[in-house]
């Protein structure tokens, strides 16, 4: 992340891997509360995991519990790093009291040979049902702001809801100028100092008349966070941000088109590297007006510029 891995604290947001099964053992007690509010995150995509050494892998139909009755329910505790190749269980991992029997509160689970089983056995274990009893009184008590550290609590929520209007008028600057196709950066990156680029200078511009702004630049020229969010690195995050969510837009609407063509082109760079623009042209079904557009997907590095190589 860039900036420097800015966490989810009083001066900060929310951090990338706070989801991370891994991370779970160092959390702070804000970063638990946010955590437990939120739940374990899945990746609905994966179905299954990696196979091992004995054809045998994981199987996202273990989320589901069958009960005596053929009643269905989801198993909202477990959940499956695709890294690790490994399952685990959110609460007790969590929430755990000293050294918890069995690899789902520690280290992972990977024998799937006997995961049903296990997962069996762990769910109506003693420390199990305690630990599902802690996260589900502590996210109730989390939504309905009846927390021991409510005024704490009412702190935090107001800092994160200032952090989500920065972020967003940030990147608003960031699609602005990009779409203007104009340049981001001078030959200065910091504030009120000459040459220091557009968007910088688009910071300067709103913190005028936008409190929200203006209340972040006074923390950043003051030294009151470290974190600004309005370095080089950032700037780059969200661009390639922005870059993936239009790509992915446009794959959408020619998957929906079915049909479509590709053009290719190439140009020397000006250190005289090939490169090959990447088109896609394709029929947009997907509003009232019918249309044929192409779309620019990126350019593509050329060592071979024969009809075969390219």
């Not at 589900?136 to 409510?150: C, P, S």
Request: proline letters at 2%; charged letters at 30%; a negative charge.
């Amino acid at each position: 992340v860039a900036e420097g891995n800015v966490a989810d604290n009083i001066n900060n947001s929310v951090q990338s891997d706070i989801f991370d099964p891994r991370t779970w053992d160092a959390l702070d007690p804000t970063m638990i509360d946010i955590l437990a509010q939120s739940g374990p995150k899945r990746d609905p995509s994966i179905e299954h995991g990696r196979t091992d050494k004995f054809g045998r892998r994981f199987s996202a139909l273990s989320y589901t519990r069958v009960l005596s009755n053929g009643e269905k329910c989801d198993r909202e505790w477990l959940v499956y790093n695709k890294d690790l190749d490994k399952v685990f269980c959110f609460c007790c991992k969590l929430f755990r009291k000293g050294h918890v029997r069995g690899q789902l509160a520690n280290d992972g689970f990977s024998d799937w040979h006997h995961l049903i089983s296990r997962l069996k056995e762990h769910e109506n274990g003693r420390e199990h049902v305690t630990n599902m009893s802690t996260w589900y009184d502590l996210r109730f008590r989390l939504e309905k702001n009846q927390t021991i550290d409510k005024v704490a609590q009412q702190e935090l929520e107001k800092e994160r809801e200032h952090w989500r209007k920065v972020l967003l008028r940030i990147l608003l600057i960031v699609k602005f100028l990009a779409e203007h196709n104009i340049a981001f950066r001078g030959s200065n990156s910091k504030l009120y100092q000459e040459s220091n680029g557009n968007f910088l200078g688009l910071i300067e511009m709103l913190a005028e008349f936008d409190p929200v702004i203006k209340e972040h630049v006074d923390r950043t020229t003051n030294d009151k966070i470290r974190d600004h969010y309005l370095g080089p690195s950032i700037q780059n995050e969200l661009i390639n941000l922005l870059a993936a969510a239009i790509k992915s837009k446009i794959i959408e609407k020619v998957k929906e088109a079915k049909y479509f063509s590709v053009l290719l082109d190439c140009t020397p760079d000006a250190s005289h590297q090939e490169q090959m623009s990447l088109i896609i042209r394709y029929v947009n079904a997907s509003s009232t007006f019918v249309s044929i557009e192409e779309s620019f997907l990126g350019f593509l590095d050329v060592n071979d510029t024969t009809g075969q190589g390219l």
